[in-house]
């Protein structure tokens, strides 16, 4: 059964178009700008459809290549009179004006987020269970299963998270107010 396209007005087998109340809302408000009076039993030909997405991608295209020469342009100029084109952090975050508390939580989420910190951590623990395994014979001061070397270890992991939380944040608001402006 053939059904008539609302667009061309041409003919067309039902497997060759779509319906309107099956469009994408999207869609819908696209072909919205060629006619506004559609119904749902309208039905468009896939033809004519692409023609229009065709046409309209296009125009799009066009109108972004125009805004990227305007961008392009005003980059160019903004470098040909020496200016800044980056706008610096609100003076809020910038590193003078943080608490001790803030630097501390800096240089502490920035050290243990290091392969220095790994390698030392890693060593630290090979040393602890060799002297207290072969140089003292097991009888140590924490022979094996190593019960003060695991509370040492939840104690530090207990400390080093919130502290590297917090670091989170503080980088988590100098994001924030970059995308501001």
Known sequence: MEQKCAITGLNYPETEGIKWKQLRPSVQAFLRTVKDDWQDEYFV???ALNNLLRAYIAELTIQDT??????TEHVKNQFEQDSTLVLPVHPDLEHASLSFGQRVADKIADFGGSWTFIIIFLACLIVWMCINVYWLSN????????ILLNLILSCVAALQAPV????QNRQEDKDRQRAIK
């Open 139 to 146: 009888k140590g001061f924490d022979p094996y299963p190593f």
């Open 45 to 47: 030909s896939y033809t």
């Open 66 to 71: 125009k805004a990227n020469a305007e961008l």
């Open 164 to 167: 590297i939380m917090m670091s």
